[in-house]
């Protein structure tokens, strides 16, 4: 049997499941604007959200219904995507998500990464450039490195130089080392019992 190079990752699944678990990740994308699951299924389910964007900014009666489609509770969720990321988008190109690699959140060590919404409230690369900005002294200069991600950063978001200043300002006097949500170890394995009356007999005299 020819082998061919892999459209998709199947992620363990049957169509069907893979399909909703897709479906459910991107209707909590668009929910929340950043969520954190494995690699893997971030890859697969960036690809999905960024359809429904494209969707979200032809804004005809066809993707409408094919956003309604898609998402759960589309209801609630069509309107917002349509007006609020159909705006927010309206003059980039693509690469409307984006995914960060993070250390393991599960016991399995499974690779994890966080997907996100860009030029949003929650957007993490441009917290980590105002950060990085807030601790260089004001008369020491950016680098090249630096220089691209405040471009990156800020040439499609709106008032995007003015957004990042007052990120910085406001960096340099809370002196805040915080940035997004950090996340926690979540339980793969069940907890084994430790008690030894279950695992053993009684002893006898």
């Given at each position: ?5 892999m ?10 499941h893979?399909?909703?678990?897709l479906?459910?990740?991107v ?16 890859k ?6 960024e ?8 804004n005809?009666?066809a993707?409408?219904?094919r956003?309604?489609?898609i ?9 917002k995507?349509f007006?609020?990321?159909g ?13 960060l ?5 599960k ?5 994890s ?9 929650k ?17 020491k200069?950016?680098?090249e ?16 130089m ?10 340099r ?9 950090i ?8 907890t ?6 279950r ?7």
């Open positions: 049997m020819p082998r061919g190079h459209k998709y990752r199947h992620l363990s699944r049957k169509s069907s893979r399909e909703a678990l479906r459910n990740l209707t909590s994308l668009f929910k929340f604007e950043s969520i954190q699951t494995t690699w893997h299924k971030a697969e389910a960036q690809r999905l959200a359809k429904v964007v494209t969707l979200a900014k032809k005809t009666d993707s409408r219904r956003a309604h489609q998402l759960y509770t589309p209801d609630q969720l069509v309107p995507v007006e609020k990321f705006a927010r988008y309206a003059n980039r190109p693509g690469g409307y998500t984006r995914v690699r993070i250390e393991p959140i016991e399995d060590q499974a690779p990464a966080i997907l996100e919404m860009v030029d949003g409230p957007d993490m690369r441009f917290a980590m450039t105002a950060k990085t900005l807030a601790s260089l002294p004001e008369e200069k950016m680098n490195i630096t220089a691209k991600n405040v471009k990156k950063v800020t040439q499609f978001r709106e008032n995007g003015e957004e990042l200043r007052k990120a910085v300002e406001e960096m006097v809370t002196k805040d080392e915080y940035i997004g949500d996340p926690e170890k979540r339980k793969v394995y069940p084994m019992s430790t008690d030894r009356s695992r053993y007999p009684p002893a006898t005299s």
